[in-house]
């Protein structure tokens, strides 16, 4: 392994050298049939997918040139390089100052290589590639293809090494979900109840991750993808939980609720019927959630649709009279994750009209949630791998509604 300044290659990669090699190899085989002679990724996950690269610097511009023949080349910041030597195998660096453009940069490159007047690709819907990025290029390289979708089939089916990597990060997870759920008191704050979350599941192993944990109490949980704010916890709140964790990147996920205070003892004292009403509902919807998680777990098998799942949920929750409750996709591909999401929803949804085969090896965090706009959300959820037979469940904890 080369050796630079004292940065051995590979050292920190999280796949062998041959792992990447055939990644490349099945990349390389979907280039040539898209008539693609060299194709320019930007986006980190697919960037780690295919050379194990990864760097809290990704907002930085870099980029890897595959071409269909010859080697690639790694167009980095200086500041990343040797997180580059780390993590990958690559041998060629085209290392840019801060001072440069590095859309003149990574032209210049490929005018070095004799790729300049090649067919060259590159995926037009990444999140990191800026218009003013993409105008750039244009201009200089006249027309470019489209490659967006050309590596996103490959890492929708994770191979076993990767379905691990999934495995561990579910258990991080269930760490640090038995923690919230371990900080839910009356006096408490939301800011408390995170803090145990992600304490419990950093110090179980997990890295830093794709997306911030979604917890809110009282009001608040009724309100989608909201994030904690010091919120005080008081006697007869909603709390809700959603959390990631990560394992050499790959995520695993995981939702669950619950209620502080026994609201079923308090029902007869004056200003409490409305509360116990409230929970009544939510352990209702729960429950009707519960069932439409277990039908869309039972509609996975391999040949089936990727809207079977959630036809099977939709179902669940139409015959409870929930409809209006519920209107989401009801799962989303997991696994390779750099923020702003912990999910791979680019790459394939459980949703309507989503014809795509579900595979062994394809990884999904499934989520059916109900809630009451500005008062409360249920909601349950579970991270798991398509199997020859059916699924197989990552996350270990208890699904019920915890009434604390």
Not at 221 to 246: C, I, K, Y
Request: hydrophobic letters at 45%; one cysteine or more; a neutral charge.
């Amino acid at each position: 392994m080369q050796d630079v300044n004292n940065v051995i290659q590979g050292s920190e990669s999280a796949f062998s050298a041959d792992e990447y090699a055939q990644r490349i190899r099945r990349t390389r085989e979907r280039l040539s049939r898209a008539g693609v002679d060299v194709m320019i990724v930007t986006g980190p996950e697919n960037i780690f997918w295919l050379t194990g690269q990864q760097t809290p610097g990704y907002y930085t511009f870099q980029a890897l040139l595959l071409p269909v023949e010859g080697d690639p080349v790694f167009v980095i910041r200086q500041l990343e390089y040797f997180n580059f030597i780390a993590n990958t195998f690559i041998s060629d660096a085209a290392i840019y100052q801060d001072g440069d453009n590095p859309v003149d940069f990574l032209v210049g490159m490929l005018q070095q290589r004799g790729w300049l007047h090649k067919r060259i690709g590159l995926d037009k819907r990444g999140w990191f590639l800026p218009v003013a990025v993409y105008e750039a290029l244009q201009a200089r390289l006249g027309t470019i293809a489209d490659t967006a979708g050309v590596i996103e089939p490959l890492r929708a089916v994770k191979s076993a090494a990767e379905v691990e990597k999934i495995a561990i990060a579910a258990r991080y997870v269930d760490a640090g979900m038995r923690a919230g759920m371990a900080a839910i008191r009356s006096g408490a704050d939301e800011n408390a109840l995170v803090s145990a979350m992600m304490g419990a599941a950093i110090a179980a192993g997990s890295e830093y991750v794709g997306m911030e944990p979604l917890v809110s109490t009282g009001p608040r949980s009724g309100v989608p993808h909201g994030t904690w704010r010091r919120r005080v916890m008081q006697d007869n709140d909603p709390v809700f939980l959603e959390m990631s964790a990560a394992h050499d990147r790959y995520h695993a996920a995981m939702m669950r609720s619950a209620w502080l205070g026994k609201l079923w003892m308090l029902q007869t004292r004056v200003g409490k019927r409305t509360a116990a009403a409230a929970l009544h509902i939510a352990i209702e919807m729960e429950k009707v959630c519960q069932e439409a998680l277990q039908a869309s777990l039972d509609a996975i098998r391999p040949g089936a649709t990727c809207e079977a799942p959630h036809l099977a949920c939709q179902k669940v929750i139409d015959r409870a009279g929930f409809t209006e409750n519920f209107k989401k996709r009801t799962g989303y591909s997991i696994g390779i994750a750099f923020a702003p999401d912990w999910g791979e929803g680019g790459i394939l949804s459980l949703y309507r009209g989503v014809t795509t085969e579900l595979q062994p090896g394809m990884t999904f965090h499934i989520p059916p949630a109900l809630r009451i706009y500005g008062q409360f959300t249920v909601g349950v959820s579970e991270t798991v791998v398509v199997t020859e037979t059916g699924y197989r469940q990552l996350g270990s904890l208890a699904r019920p509604l915890t009434l604390l």
